[in-house]
T-cell receptor, first 112, second 114 residues
Framework: GDSVTQMEGPVTLSEEAFLTINCTYT??????LFWYVQYPGEGLQLLLK?????DKGSNKGFEATYRKETTSFHLEKGSVQVSDSAVYFC???????????FGQGTELSVKP | DGGITQSPKYLFRKEGQNVTLSCEQN?????MYWYRQDPGQGLRLIYY???????QKGDIAEGYSVSREKKESFPLTVTSAQKNPTAFYLC?????????????FGQGTRLTVV
């Protein structure tokens, strides 16, 4: 079945460092891909999305490109801030079946 | 304001009891989802519903039950058959198949067995 795999955390970075969180997926066809962010004690918020191959999603300095050939959707940010500390989830939605499936999440901690 | 509301925020259950978690949305979304979140395990899908009066099991449905009698409501019952119910439960909604863009989440319910 469909699945999403993320790099394990926690990831600890200094402020202004470059961030990459890896995400790969397994799915038939062409799912839509998402990154969600979760702050402590809260629900999830959509960070960015891409609905077809080679699409680049971007928001708040974060970017991810839908790579069909490598089945990947890695999250990047050029310069992280302390306020970016949160748990990040990669997810896919398959229109056939209507399931929204998440990876295990990657905790990011940014130190001043 | 449109949104998705979960209640209560904290819930305590005794061994052998059934409890029901509420999830209501006023976004006019067709699809609704229930997830369970445990530390280090991400979100696991319990049940989902694409339309009123219809729902499907997710990956960890055993010990849970749902109903979808109204478009805006998707309550989750944690039954006594669920052996390890202590977790953070998240409800989400979205437009249905064919119109999907993103899912919106509630603030979650933290269930603790005492």
């Amino acid at each position: 079945g469909d699945s999403v795999t993320q790099m394990e955390g926690p990831v600890t970075l200094s402020e202004e460092a470059f961030l990459t969180i890896n995400c790969t997926y397994t799915a038939t066809g062409y799912p839509s891909l998402f990154w969600y962010v979760q702050y402590p004690g809260e629900g999830l918020q959509l960070l960015l999305k891409a609905t077809k191959a080679d699409d680049k999603g971007s928001n708040k300095g974060f970017e991810a490109t839908y790579r069909k050939e490598t089945t990947s959707f890695h999250l990047e940010k050029g310069s992280v801030q302390v306020s970016d500390s949160a748990v990040y989830f990669c997810a896919l939605y398959h229109n056939q079946g209507g399931k929204l499936i998440f990876g295990q999440g990657t905790e990011l901690s940014v130190k001043p | 304001d449109g949104g998705i509301t979960q209640s209560p925020k904290y819930l305590f259950r005794k061994e052998g009891q059934n409890v029901t978690l509420s999830c209501e949305q006023n976004l006019n979304h067709d699809a609704m989802y229930w997830y369970r979140q445990d530390p280090g395990q991400g979100l696991r899908l319990i049940y989902y519903s694409q339309i009123v009066n219809d729902f499907q099991k997710g990956d960890i449905a055993e010990g849970y039950s749902v109903s979808r009698e109204k478009k805006e409501s998707f309550p989750l019952t944690v039954t006594s058959a669920q052996k390890n119910p202590t977790a953070f439960y998240l409800c989400a909604s979205s437009r249905g198949q064919g119109g999907y863009t993103e899912a919106f989440f509630g603030q979650g319910t933290r269930l603790t067995v005492v």
